[in-house]
């Protein structure tokens, strides 16, 4: 009888295992498309709501909330603390996601912050892609209204002690794979082509003001295409 048992059981495993398998697989999701979670960093005088446009573009595009942090902190700050602060931030983004690597997507003077992570703290083992959206990169002389006023303005403007030593030597560290979107009429920018990083991949995106680089479809579309 026992042998019996074992054979009817044997005989229902052989018909059920695949159909069970087969259930479990159709339930599974037919591709879990996984990208490097962004993390943005906005510049002088504003906050994280100025990547709401990009963030819901990169959604319609495929990624999740998860994979974009749109990061505040008080930009009249140091450039250097807030390097610190962001060097915290993209640990806790690796963290929570289980990711090796972030992607950093940056506005105007973020560049600077997130640049001396990059080069001071260790951060390129930590982003595979960097963005530069009209970013301050070898700094600006319209700082000036701002730079007896804010620590992080005055590392701004043209010229600085900050600058001069965060673009010494090599200004695209690691293995890194850098960008840079400038415009050609950039206000804010003197001159617009302070933008340009040495050892980047430099694109000139046309007359984009300078509060538009960061919300703007077209650049918002090669950005897109340089970190996927």
């Not at 890194?176 to 050609?184: D, E, F, I, P, R």
């Not at 990083?197 to 295409?225: F, I, K, P, W």
């Amino acid at each position: 009888m026992q042998r019996a048992k074992r054979r009817i059981a044997a005989a229902v495993s052989a018909v059920t295992a695949p159909l069970l398998l087969s259930l479990s697989l159709s339930a599974a999701p037919a591709h879990a498309a996984t990208h490097d979670p962004i993390v943005f960093v906005h510049g002088l005088s504003s906050s994280s709501s100025s990547w709401d446009d990009w963030a819901a573009y990169f959604k319609t595009d495929g990624y999740t909330a998860a994979e974009l942090d749109a990061w505040s902190y008080s930009w009249s700050q140091s450039n250097v603390t807030t390097a610190q602060q962001l060097a915290t931030e993209i640990k806790n983004v690796l963290a929570r996601t289980g990711a090796s690597k972030v992607d950093l997507v940056v506005h105007s003077m973020g560049a600077l912050s997130s640049r001396y992570y990059l080069k001071n703290l260790g951060g390129t083992a930590y982003v595979d892609d960097f963005v530069s959206t009209a970013g301050t990169n070898h700094g600006t002389t319209t700082a000036s209204w701002c730079s007896w006023l804010y620590t992080s303005c005055a590392q701004m403007y043209t010229g600085s002690s900050f600058l001069t030593s965060l673009n010494s030597g090599d200004e695209t560290p690691g293995s890194v794979s850098y960008a840079s979107y400038w415009s050609n009429c950039d206000d804010a920018l003197t001159p617009d082509t302070t933008a340009i990083l040495n050892g980047a991949t430099n694109v000139e995106v046309g007359c984009v003001s300078h509060t538009d680089m960061n919300n703007d479809h077209g650049v918002y579309e090669q950005v897109r295409d340089f970190v996927e």
